[in-house]
């Protein structure tokens, strides 16, 4: 299986536009070891030919350019994306989506409550019904069920729901339901080896684990490191649990399950990296504390074949 980071930054990406945080002023002055990240996508392949795109992000068009392989040019109008795939429907997560408006009618997979969320508070998914519209399959998140995707049959999906947010123009934010969130195991069927991809969750239940423990990679929330991180910086009142996101550091934070001697022949990587967060600084403290915990911070670019 192959694994292409498109974006690995969190919302707003790094730098975000309006941010005069340590970590953005950082890397637009160059005076911190880092690099610039856009927002939370990637790509998985079995056979480096026919791709399933996971979320579309607001900075989709920069991403598909920097990643050759999703243009393969065998026809006037073409792209290697047989499918996209949605963890949730947040902005970071679903813009894109109308950028690529052209190639409709898309393959999209996602929960009903996405689906919900996409065609009401934030109804991209009937606006672009003036495009040629979707083609949306809805699927379970019991944790059971596994489906396949048409042209990458070599590869196996179950979404499992996470205990994190509906978007914050969701109609129910503030009314959990199943499926607002999920985490998907991905399998490969020839190698047997397996992916776990969670980019944004707050609670990890006993479900998340086991699907954590089989997996031979977990790329998981890592958007920030402290639950008051934006308090703490003046950017906002808000918890990061508050946000549905789980902190590295701290009892029951990200680093402590991630210490799990079951995850100890997995690759283990953060993604959705918040611009606050100082493990994007490579010689900050805390980079340090992660590296010592053989946990990896993804990066736009990285490649992960498995
Ligand atoms: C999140 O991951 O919590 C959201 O992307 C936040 C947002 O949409 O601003
Ligand atoms: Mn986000
Ligand atoms: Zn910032």
Redesign the pocket.
Known sequence: MYIRILGSA???GFPQWNCNCPNCTGVRTSSIRTSART??SIAVSADNKSWVLFNTSPDILSQLQSFDKLQPHRTIRDTAIVAILYV?A????TTGLLMLREGCPHHIYCTDMVYQDLTTAFPIFSMLEHWGGNTIHTIACDGQSSFNIEKIEQLSFTAIHLD??A???SLHRHNPHIGDNIGVFIKDNHSGKSLFYA??LNVISDEVKSFMHQADCVLIDG?VWRDDELVKLKISNKLASD???LPQSGKGGMIEVLSDPKLNNSRKILI?I?NTNPILNEDSEERKILIKNNIEVAYDGMDIEL
Do not use: E
């Not at 947040?90 to 997560?93: A, G, V």
């Open positions: 969190a919302g707003g927002q939370s949730d947040q902005i970071d997560h994190s947010k978007p914050p123009y980019p944004g958007t946000m549905g996101h959705h918040n």
